[in-house]
């Protein structure tokens, strides 16, 4: 007997879309959501892969006197940047962060949390990436998580565009690749876990929004390349090159 897609087993072949997760919506339980970016960090040190993309992509390319600039688009709870930010300071490196969301919800709750000890204040913001093109302003780097698969294809290209004007150095978004295995192994290592949150329904759900590396790849302009990273993650680089 061949078992079709159901609830439990999705069809992954095919990008879902159209379908918001329950933290974005407007009404959604406050409670909840609070707790889900609380949870986030939890889920992100183990996921992610962020520390590993710190020691390769970023901190090389940090001084101890001459302070860096990074931006983070859709930051949500900022579990992100302030690893980041907690991750130079241990190493003696100077990085000013700038971290934006389009959720008032999501800023409220990351600029109530305190300040990393030793570290320079991350100036968080409720704005879109094209506000500050608008405004005129410059980061060393821009970076994203669990970003991209929240965006139709003409929003992508349009945030890829606002990231090429936004940076001076490097852009590095992250996210999860749509495949069955990290699917059900989600599923499974989060059924008994985060009751008290939309972590494990909107993770799933993220998945299935999530781009396959193929889909990636036709998508992406000139000058930008997609790298994979462990586990079923997509690495979206772009290098700044200035022209004569």
Known sequence: MTLGPSPLFPDLRRRLTGVPEAMDADDCDLTQLEQTYRNFGQVNAVVSGWRAVYQRELRPLLSATRPSSLLDIGCGGGDVPRQLGRWAAQDGLRLDITAIDADERAIRYASALPQLVGASPIRFRQAMSHDLVREGRLFDFVISNHLLH?????????????????????VIHSDLERHPLPYAVFSTLTLPLFKDSFIRADGLLSIRRSFTPSELRRMLPSGWRLRRQFPFRHLLLYQYTRHA
């Open 150 to 170: 929240h965006l139709r294809a003409e929003e992508l290209a349009a945030l890829l565009d606002d990231c090429q004007r936004l940076c001076l150095g490097k």
